[in-house]
């Protein structure tokens, strides 16, 4: 179990301070491959924490424009099954490998989470803004998850715009897929990428 405060709603919440440890962390933040995430992952209890986390982003007028659907054990394999099928009614012809791609799509790591873009269409909040604050909740999970000693990953790849499948991933017509959030214990020591030259991207007025 996660060891976190909880805060009842008119708490008063800590103020701003210095944390170097929190720095140093976001400074080394490295997403994990999928397929290299094994078992444990986190337990049901953990995985609520983290959901929990992730849930705290930014929320203009908090119209709470997401939603997670867990994906583990048997679930995996139903989906799998369901890739593969959809991709062999667009190519009947597809390599054995390709099939096992399809096939194992969710059982590279213990745990996905699909994190469900479900905006509030009628909300005078902009639907931009909700998206962002869906992007914002992938991005604390994999923080959260990271934080809680889990390696993950945030991916799509093409079966999340896959309309074959929306049935399969419990989409309503309105809804679509931020994020497949795979997670794990890691099995790989992650190596630094490329990182963007932050003074090219920053003017200032």
């Known amino acids: ?10 708490d008063d919440m800590p103020m701003p301070v210095a944390n170097d440890d929190v720095l140093s962390f ?6 994990a491959i999928a397929h290299t995430l094994t078992a444990p992952g986190p337990n049901p209890e953990t995985l ?9 982003a930014p929320d203009h007028r908090r119209v709470v424009p997401f939603r997670f659907v867990v994906v583990e054990g048997d ?5 799998g099954q369901a890739c593969l099928k959809a991709a062999l009614e667009l190519d009947a012809d597809l390599s054995d490998a390709q099939r096992q791609l399809e096939l194992n799509r969710f059982s590279r790591a213990p745990t996905v989470v699909i994190v469900v873009y479900a905006p ?8 931009w803004e909700q998206s962002l604050c869906c992007g914002a909740v992938c991005q604390n999970l994999l923080l959260a998850a990271n934080a809680a000693g889990f ?7 093409t079966v999340a715009y896959e309309p074959k499948l929306r049935d399969a991933f419990t989409l309503a017509e ?5 994020g497949f959030i795979h997670i794990g214990t890691a099995a790989q020591q992650p190596k630094e990428r490329p990182r963007p030259e932050i003074e090219a991207l920053t003017h200032r007025l």
Do not use: C, D, Y
């Not at 679930?75 to 989906?79: E, G, V």
């Not at 309105?174 to 931020?178: G, L």
């Open 26 to 31: 976001l400074a080394s933040r490295r997403s």
């Open 174 to 178: 309105h809804e679509s897929i931020a």
């Open 75 to 79: 679930a995996q394999t139903r989906l």
């Open 151 to 157: 390696g993950a990953q945030w991916i799509t790849e």
């Open 120 to 127: 509030v269409l009628e909300h005078k909040t902009p639907q």
């Open 1 to 10: 179990m996660i060891n976190q405060h909880v805060f009842e709603l008119g």
């Open 48 to 56: 609520t924490e983290l959901l929990r986390l992730a849930a705290r």
